[in-house]
C-alpha cells in the first residue's frame, strides 16, 4: 500500500491523538450547472464567495467536469463522503488534490490493494526505543485516515476487511485502537474511487458501506473541446504537473464552516418534507427494485437538495431541487431486481421513473 501527502497543507503524522480535532458530522449531488460567477447575496453571501472561488481556481486546473467539481464541493458543504465513479485517467485524483489545497485541507491517498491490512490505513502502535528505559515507551502512529481529504483509490479492492475498517472513521469520525478512541479532523471526509469496468479480483462494497457514502459521482470522459484544452496545457507546463503549475489561491480562513451553515439554514417547506418523503417511500414499494431508500437515504436527499438550492443562489428550497439530489444520493443505495437487470434497467433510470410517478407538491 502506499499513501501520498500534501506537505503544504497536512498535518505531522507522528503527532500524538490527543492534539487531533475533535469529530465532526457525516454524510452527500448532482446537476450540471454553468461555471458562472454567483453574486453574494443575502444570508448565502459565504455560499456564493466560495462557489464563486471555486470555479475559478478550480477551472484552472481542471478542463471541463463542472458537475464533478460541484457534486465533491456539495459533499463537503454537507460535511459526507463520496464515492467516484470512472475510468482512469479522467482527472479523479487531481480534482480531489485541488479541492483539498483550495479548502486550506490536509491530503492524503491510499491505493488500495488486496494486501491492504486496517492498521495500515488507521495506524498502529509502536515501540519506541530509548537512551533509558523509562524513555521506552509504546506510542501510537496515525495511518492517513487522520487527515481532512482522504482519497481512497480503487477502493473495491482492499479485502472486506480493511473496508469494515472504514466504517468506523465515516460514520463516527473517530478510530478506536487498544481500546482508546481518537478523534479524526473536524473536515475529514472520505473520497472513495472504483473503476466500473475491471472488476478482476475485486470485493464489491456492502449496502452498510455503499450506504456511508453520501453521493455516487460518476465521472465520465470530457468533450472533444475539453480534451482539446488538456493537451494544450500539458504542453505549455514545465512538467512539474497542472496542480503544482498552477497557483490555486485559497479561501479564507472560516469561509468554509460559515457556508455550511448557511447551506443547513437554507428553509424548507412542510410539504417538501413530505415530497422527499414520499420519493424515498416509493423506492421500497417499486416493482424493479429489490432494496429500497432507507431513511437515512431521505436525510442524505434533504441536506443535498439544501446545497443545490445554494448553488442557484437560493434560501429556500424547491421541488427541482429534490429532484436534481435524487439520482447522485440513491443510485448506490437501491439494488435492482436481476430481471429488471436483465431487462436493460439501471439505477438512474429506476429513479426518474420513480421521481416521475410521485405527484410534485403545489406551492
Known amino acids: 500500500m502506499s499513501h501520498e501527502t500534501d506537505h503544504e497543507t497536512n498535518q505531522d503524522a507522528n503527532q500524538e491523538p490527543n492534539q487531533e480535532p475533535g469529530a465532526a458530522a457525516s454524510e452527500g449531488l448532482t446537476a450540471e450547472i454553468a461555471p458562472q460567477p454567483v453574486q453574494a447575496i443575502g444570508q448565502l453571501s459565504a455560499t456564493n464567495q466560495l462557489i464563486a472561488h471555486a470555479r475559478a481556481e478550480l477551472g484552472r486546473v481542471i478542463s471541463g467536469q463542472a458537475g464533478v467539481i460541484e457534486e465533491v464541493l456539495i459533499a463537503v458543504l454537507c460535511q459526507g463522503h463520496a464515492l467516484l465513479e470512472g475510468v482512469p485517467g479522467i482527472a479523479k485524483t487531481l480534482i480531489v488534490k485541488a479541492l483539498g489545497r483550495l ?5 492524503q491517498r491510499v491505493q488500495a490493494t488486496s494486501d491492504l491490512m486496517p492498521a495500515d490505513i488507521l495506524g498502529t502502535t509502536i515501540f519506541r526505543l530509548g537512551a533509558t528505559s523509562d524513555a521506552q515507551n509504546f506510542s501510537f502512529h496515525q495511518g492517513p485516515v487522520f487527515t481532512d481529504l482522504l482519497l481512497v483509490d480503487e477502493i473495491n479492492r482492499m479485502p472486506p476487511r480493511t473496508q469494515a475498517a472504514l466504517l468506523e472513521c465515516m460514520e463516527e469520525h473517530q478510530v478506536t485502537t487498544d481500546g482508546v478512541r481518537r478523534p479524526l479532523p473536524a473536515w475529514f471526509t472520505v473520497f472513495a474511487t472504483q473503476n466500473p469496468v475491471d472488476f478482476e479480483g475485486t470485493y464489491p462494497l456492502p449496502e452498510a458501506q455503499l450506504d456511508r457514502f453520501l453521493l455516487k459521482i460518476r465521472v465520465a470522459y470530457p468533450a472533444e473541446r475539453e480534451e482539446l484544452q488538456i493537451l494544450e496545457r ?14 490555486i489561491a485559497p479561501i479564507p ?6 457556508a455550511c451553515a448557511e447551506v443547513r439554514a437554507i428553509r424548507i417547506e412542510p410539504e417538501l418534507y413530505g415530497y422527499i418523503l414520499s420519493l424515498a417511500r416509493r423506492t421500497r414499494e417499486w416493482p424493479t427494485l429489490l432494496l429500497g431508500a432507507s431513511p437515512r437515504a431521505a436525510v442524505s436527499i434533504m441536506r443535498v437538495a439544501q446545497a443545490a438550492a445554494a448553488f442557484d443562489g437560493r434560501d429556500y428550497l424547491v421541488p427541482d431541487d429534490v429532484k436534481r439530489a435524487v439520482q447522485p444520493v440513491l443510485r448506490h443505495r437501491i439494488m435492482l431486481k436481476p430481471e429488471a437487470e436483465l431487462e436493460g434497467f439501471d439505477a438512474d433510470r429506476v429513479l426518474a421513473d420513480v421521481i416521475a410517478a410521485v405527484p410534485v407538491p403545489r406551492q
Open 234 to 247: 500539458h504542453h505549455a507546463g514545465s512538467g512539474a504537473g497542472l496542480l503544482e503549475d498552477a497557483f
Open 253 to 258: 480562513e472560516g469561509l468554509l464552516a460559515a
Open 103 to 107: 479548502l486550506g485541507l490536509g491530503f
